[in-house]
């Protein structure tokens, strides 16, 4: 079989190679670019240190490598997109924008296509149900990186190996510490890729500048203080507003007015809800429930964390609607809601968050 391997230089997608080799396959190792730079050169992601593990990977077992580029589709698609989305007052992922414009979509049309599987380093794993492939959860509950994959096709995920999602995080360290990879003590990288060292409020400056506005008490309408611009903050959000006498909490944005709207307290229930309304929901290998006729039993997501939520799914008209079996923190806007099954196996698809 021919195995592209897309590796990033870290420890999980050196394992990734490290497993194809003992399973006697020869892949051939893509990095690929998707640190952006304007016409300023404004950001440039870091990547030496990365393709310098990479390159020694490819060297160790005896792989072909290629440096490849997407940084021009990665502005168009991705950034571009994370823009627009905090314009809006929206809350973006550029990660699953990454995952399936880019690593699975971009890479695909362009080199993918030539290979029989993509394998990656993600936590996460494929089963096969009357021959058809399902996205599903990794054995390391906390590293599972299904929630990021929610937008992927049927397409993609049929062609795509996971080689470590039968692992825990432990056993990976393990594995790359015995076979002397220099990445086994790396630490997991963090934040928005493309961002490189660069602070995320400082690239929203550079593109959407500053504005003031008022910080206002939502129960009481009292102003209580100023803020930069909406797009600076999230809903849920807690630290970085400059209040005193808190905690206050973000719980609503006015993108006309460009007022924040915050509570009170530790557990401020304006915080909560139980309602999740999903746009354009795409279900990545089938949608197994038919035509919606009546309510589903699911889990489900609105963000990456090792807990499922159970909830009773309905289609009305265009939309989904999910009501949540227990209050939800901070749904808001923009964010991705992905679906899994009752037995928190299968991810079975995704859409945006709408406002009620």
Known sequence: ??????????????????????????????????????????IDCPSEEDIEITTYIAKKYGCK????????????????????????GLTPNPDMMCNKL???????????????????????????INKKTYLSTAKDKVKDQTYFLGQINYMQVSRLMFPIGHLLKSEVRKIAAQAKLPSAMRKDSQGICFLGKINYNDF????????????????????????????????????GL?????????????????????????????????????????FITEDIWGDFEDEKDILFKIRHTPDFTAGKLRKLNDIYRIESSQKIQGIAAGQFGVIYDKEA???????????D
């Not at 590796?7 to 670019?33: M, N, Q």
């Not at 196996?345 to 406002?355: A, E, M, P």
């Open 204 to 239: 929203l400056m550079r593109y959407l500048g500053q504005s003031k506005g008022k910080i206002v008490e939502l129960e009481t309408g009292k102003v209580l203080g100023q803020h930069n611009g909406y797009w600076f903050h999230t809903i849920g959000q807690r630290k």
């Open 102 to 128: 880019i690593k699975f979509g971009s890479f695909e049309r362009k080199w993918g296509h030539l290979f029989d599987k993509i394998a990656t380093g993600h936590y996460c794993t494929t089963t096969e």
């Open 1 to 42: 079989m021919n195995i592209a391997a897309l590796v990033s230089g870290g420890v999980d997608s050196s394992v990734c190679v490290h497993l194809l080799k003992e399973a006697g396959y020869d892949p051939t190792i893509f990095y690929i670019r998707i640190g952006m730079e304007d016409k300023d050169g404004y």
């Open 65 to 88: 490598m290629e440096i490849v580029s997407l940084h021009e589709e990665y502005w168009e698609n991705v950034v571009s997109y994370t823009i627009e989305a905090v314009k809006r």
């Open 345 to 355: 196996k299968l991810c079975l698809g995704s859409g945006v968050i709408i406002d």
């Open 242 to 282: 400059g209040l005193s006498g808190g905690p206050w909490f973000v719980v609503k944005k006015d993108m006309n007015e460009n007022v924040l709207y915050v509570s009170q307290g530790y557990d401020p229930a304006t915080q909560y809800g139980t309602t999740v309304n999903l746009a354009a929901v795409e």
